[in-house]
């Protein structure tokens, strides 16, 4: 009889801080080590060493790179882990993209919050610094897709395309003859940038995401609603702002809106893309031509259609532009980069329009705008909101509840547990009762910190 132990340390719950830690006989392995994101509460969890002992994990299984999958790596070697990191070679690019970002933004951050005395922490030290990324950096080792890789004697692991953003995969775990089954995130069945997912056979244990367990993407018309808003921002003399996740939301946004030109749905108006993560995610999408659908040749077309900002000095020339404009800027829930300097300067504006898309956490200024906040919190001072706001879900990246169920069904076992993860309390709560109905498995939704015992 072999124990496996396994620690439920983020995305446990909650949507963010994405970590899973297996203690086996033969190897201690952690899946996905992200940040939490979103309420006050769950931020400060960022800075709480975990309760394990971090010099005891052998490796990290990394299903794609977003932040909260991968931005706790800094600080896991600063709690000393000594480990490899795995993940397929457009993971691992995405992943050293966002940790060099994370890092260089944590020490703006701290900087700032120094000179302008606004922290409560003397001084106020950044989260990671960029040398701590790169030293992480170093520990990457890259995977291919599709094949078992032989970990230990009674150990192996498959990475397999799973959509959502460039690189994403779930994980298959064989632990001593039982298959462990990571979801990460689910991608789209329709996208116009990336394949469908591939769907699992088997699972013995389903860990899967929950982020919209509850709910169904809306059948917006998508290009008619973006064609009128930004025919609106125009007639107003206005701006659209367009807070984007860096991977995938960001080189969508571009490629719908570069089709709508094409199409003459829209006028020449000026587009800028101000996300210097943005722009370096664009070159993976060279790197990497047989991850994603987009045609090389239609790729450098849509490049070439938009004013890349590349220093923040151009970010105040393009705020002073007068013109009516377009501007996708860093970070997608409106927790930081370059779209509060936009929205510090023009939220305050009625010709200002801000389009949200895809989901925004609880406690992110993303959903403080979509539930009408009349004021935000922009470094340290609270600015009016007189922007009109406007919301596209249809754009997001996760699976909503009837593509999860279509993931799940080629599943020709009955799990013995299935584990819901990554979603707010109301949205694993339905999933759980409709994954009952559905196919009657036993399902669990640990809480965080939870250890669960599984004798194999």
């Known amino acids: 009889m072999n124990t496996i132990k396994i620690h439920f340390l983020g995305a446990s719950g909650t949507v963010t801080g994405s970590k899973f830690y297996l203690e086996t006989p033969e190897l201690n392995l952690m899946i996905d080590c992200g940040m939490f994101q979103g309420l006050k509460e769950l931020r400060q969890q960022n800075w709480i060493p975990l309760p394990i002992d971090v010099s005891k994990i052998d490796m990290v299984l990394l299903t794609h790179g977003h932040l909260d999958h991968t931005g706790y790596l800094p600080r896991l070697l600063k709690e000393g882990f000594r480990g490899k990191i795995l993940g397929t070679a457009p993971t691992l690019a995405i992943a050293r993209i966002i940790l060099l970002d994370s890092a260089k933004i944590h020490e703006e951050e701290a900087d700032q919050a120094n000179k302008e005395g606004y922290s409560k922490h003397d001084p106020a030290l950044p989260f990671y610094t960029v040398k701590d990324a790169e030293r992480t950096i170093s520990l990457f080792q890259s995977m291919e897709k599709e094949e078992w890789i032989t970990l230990s004697e009674h150990i192996r692991l498959k990475y397999r395309y ?59 018309d998508v290009e008619g609603k973006l064609s009128d808003l930004i025919k609106t921002t125009i007639r107003e003399r206005g701006n659209l702002i367009i807070p984007s996740f860096a991977v995938e939301r960001l080189q969508s946004l571009m490629y ?24 370096n995610v664009l070159s993976v999408f060279e790197q990497f031509p047989h991850w994603h659908k987009l045609p090389m040749n239609e790729y450098h077309a849509m490049c ?50 801000v389009l949200l898309v895809g989901f925004q956490a609880e406690g992110t200024r993303g959903r403080q705008l979509l539930e009408g ?56 709560d339905a999933f759980r009762v409709k994954i009952r109905d559905v196919h009657g498995w036993n399902v669990q939704i640990p809480k965080l910190n939870e250890i669960q015992k599984i004798f194999i």
Do not use: C
């Open 162 to 220: 799973n959509g959502h953003i460039i690189g994403a995969t779930y994980i298959e775990l064989e632990i001593f003859g039982k298959l462990f089954v990571f979801s990460g995130d689910v991608g789209r069945l329709h996208d116009d940038l990336l394949e469908a997912p591939v769907r699992p056979k088997w699972a013995d244990y389903l860990f899967v995401e929950s982020t919209y367990g509850n709910k169904l993407h809306p059948k917006e």
């Open 256 to 279: 719908l809106l570069w089709q709508l030109y094409k199409k003459n749905k829209i006028p020449n108006i000026p587009i800028f893309i101000d996300s210097p993560m943005g722009n």
């Open 304 to 353: 070439n259609h938009f004013n890349i900002i590349t220093s923040y000095a151009d970010t105040w020339k393009t705020i002073d532009d007068p013109r009516s404009k377009i501007v996708i800027a860093g970070s997608g829930m409106v927790t930081g980069g370059r779209v509060l300097t936009y929205l510090k300067q023009l939220i305050d504006i009625a010709s200002t329009s």
């Open 373 to 428: 906040a009349f004021e935000l919190k922009l470094f340290g001072k609270y600015y009016p909101v007189k922007a009109k706001i406007h919301h596209l879900e249809s754009l997001s990246a996760h699976a909503d509840q009837s593509e999860l169920l279509h993931w799940m069904e080629e599943i020709d076992n009955i799990p013995e547990t299935v584990f819901l993860i990554h979603g707010e309390p109301t949205s694993l």
